[in-house]
Protein backbone atom coordinates (compact mmCIF):
# COMPACT_ATOMS: atom_id res chain seq x y z
CA UNK A 1 0.00 0.00 0.00
CA UNK A 2 1.76 3.24 -1.18
CA UNK A 3 1.65 6.14 1.57
CA UNK A 4 2.14 9.70 0.63
CA UNK A 5 3.42 13.10 2.84
CA UNK A 6 2.97 16.55 1.84
CA UNK A 7 4.91 19.28 2.73
CA UNK A 8 5.27 22.72 1.43
CA UNK A 9 2.22 24.09 2.43
CA UNK A 10 2.18 27.73 4.29
CA UNK A 11 0.75 31.01 4.46
CA UNK A 12 1.88 33.55 1.55
CA UNK A 13 0.21 36.54 0.49
CA UNK A 14 -2.01 37.09 -2.63
CA UNK A 15 0.03 36.46 -5.94
CA UNK A 16 2.52 34.57 -4.30
CA UNK A 17 3.85 31.70 -4.99
CA UNK A 18 4.35 27.74 -3.24
CA UNK A 19 5.57 24.53 -3.94
CA UNK A 20 3.93 21.44 -2.79
CA UNK A 21 5.70 18.39 -2.78
CA UNK A 22 3.89 14.64 -2.60
CA UNK A 23 6.45 11.80 -1.59
CA UNK A 24 5.78 9.12 -2.02
CA UNK A 25 6.82 5.16 -0.85
CA UNK A 26 7.27 3.72 -3.40
CA UNK A 27 7.93 3.77 -7.39
CA UNK A 28 4.48 5.40 -8.67
CA UNK A 29 6.14 6.84 -12.07
CA UNK A 30 4.51 4.72 -15.07
CA UNK A 31 2.27 2.89 -12.50
CA UNK A 32 0.03 5.24 -10.84
CA UNK A 33 -2.25 8.38 -11.26
CA UNK A 34 -1.09 11.37 -8.76
CA UNK A 35 -3.40 13.74 -8.22
CA UNK A 36 -3.90 17.19 -6.21
CA UNK A 37 -7.47 17.69 -4.35
CA UNK A 38 -7.84 20.53 -2.47
CA UNK A 39 -10.36 21.28 0.70
CA UNK A 40 -11.65 24.42 1.97
CA UNK A 41 -13.97 24.87 5.61
CA UNK A 42 -17.29 23.56 4.66
CA UNK A 43 -16.83 22.46 1.29
CA UNK A 44 -16.37 18.86 -0.69
CA UNK A 45 -12.80 18.13 -1.56
CA UNK A 46 -12.41 18.77 -5.34
CA UNK A 47 -9.98 17.64 -7.96
CA UNK A 48 -7.17 20.26 -8.72
CA UNK A 49 -4.09 18.43 -11.11
CA UNK A 50 -3.21 14.86 -11.93
CA UNK A 51 -0.17 13.29 -13.66
CA UNK A 52 0.19 10.40 -15.21
CA UNK A 53 2.21 8.80 -17.64
CA UNK A 54 -0.54 9.98 -20.50
CA UNK A 55 0.09 13.56 -19.36
CA UNK A 56 -0.95 16.69 -16.99
CA UNK A 57 -4.08 17.46 -16.13
CA UNK A 58 -6.31 20.75 -14.58
CA UNK A 59 -9.24 21.96 -13.22
CA UNK A 60 -9.95 25.16 -15.27
CA UNK A 61 -9.44 27.66 -11.88
CA UNK A 62 -5.91 26.89 -11.86
CA UNK A 63 -4.72 26.34 -15.50
CA UNK A 64 -1.99 28.59 -16.42
CA UNK A 65 -1.03 29.61 -12.43
CA UNK A 66 -0.34 26.33 -11.32
CA UNK A 67 2.04 23.29 -12.58
CA UNK A 68 2.22 19.53 -12.05
CA UNK A 69 5.45 17.91 -12.28
CA UNK A 70 7.02 14.86 -10.92
CA UNK A 71 11.08 13.59 -9.86
CA UNK A 72 11.38 9.84 -10.66
CA UNK A 73 14.39 9.31 -9.13
CA UNK A 74 12.34 10.73 -5.50
CA UNK A 75 9.15 9.12 -6.53
CA UNK A 76 7.80 12.47 -5.55
CA UNK A 77 4.99 15.20 -6.99
CA UNK A 78 5.36 18.18 -6.98
CA UNK A 79 2.54 21.29 -7.36
CA UNK A 80 3.71 24.71 -7.95
CA UNK A 81 1.11 27.43 -7.58
CA UNK A 82 2.19 30.71 -8.65
CA UNK A 83 -0.06 33.80 -9.01
CA UNK A 84 -2.55 32.58 -5.77
CA UNK A 85 -5.86 34.18 -5.23
CA UNK A 86 -8.22 34.78 -2.47
CA UNK A 87 -9.83 31.67 -3.97
CA UNK A 88 -7.13 28.97 -3.57
CA UNK A 89 -6.98 28.77 0.51
CA UNK A 90 -7.63 24.91 1.68
CA UNK A 91 -6.00 22.00 2.86
CA UNK A 92 -3.62 20.35 -0.13
CA UNK A 93 -4.16 16.51 -0.43
CA UNK A 94 -1.86 14.68 -2.43
CA UNK A 95 -3.87 11.14 -4.17
CA UNK A 96 -3.13 8.01 -5.64
CA UNK A 97 -4.59 5.50 -7.74
CA UNK A 98 -3.30 2.33 -9.57
CA UNK A 99 -3.79 2.74 -13.24
CA UNK A 100 -1.72 1.81 -16.07
CA UNK A 101 -4.41 3.29 -18.50
CA UNK A 102 -4.76 6.78 -20.32
CA UNK A 103 -8.03 7.83 -18.37
CA UNK A 104 -7.53 11.33 -16.76
CA UNK A 105 -9.45 10.34 -13.39
CA UNK A 106 -10.52 13.64 -11.54
CA UNK A 107 -13.04 12.15 -8.83
CA UNK A 108 -12.37 11.86 -5.33
CA UNK A 109 -13.65 8.11 -4.92
CA UNK A 110 -11.07 7.52 -7.85
CA UNK A 111 -8.51 7.18 -6.28
CA UNK A 112 -7.34 5.06 -3.13
CA UNK A 113 -4.35 6.70 -1.03
CA UNK A 114 -4.39 9.90 0.44
CA UNK A 115 -2.07 11.62 2.02
CA UNK A 116 -2.24 13.76 5.49
CA UNK A 117 -2.85 17.18 3.52
CA UNK A 118 -1.16 20.49 4.09
CA UNK A 119 -2.52 23.53 4.81
CA UNK A 120 -2.16 26.42 2.38
CA UNK A 121 -3.03 30.12 3.33
CA UNK A 122 -3.47 33.37 1.26
CA UNK A 123 -3.57 36.58 2.91
CA UNK A 124 -4.40 39.91 1.12
Known amino acids: QVQLVESGGGLVQTGGSLRLSCAASERIFGSFNIAWFRQAPGKERDFVAS??????YYTDSVKGRFAISGDKDKNTVYLQMNSLKPEDPAVYYCAARDSTDSYPYTQRNDFHYWGQGTQVTVSS
Open 51 to 56: IKWSGT
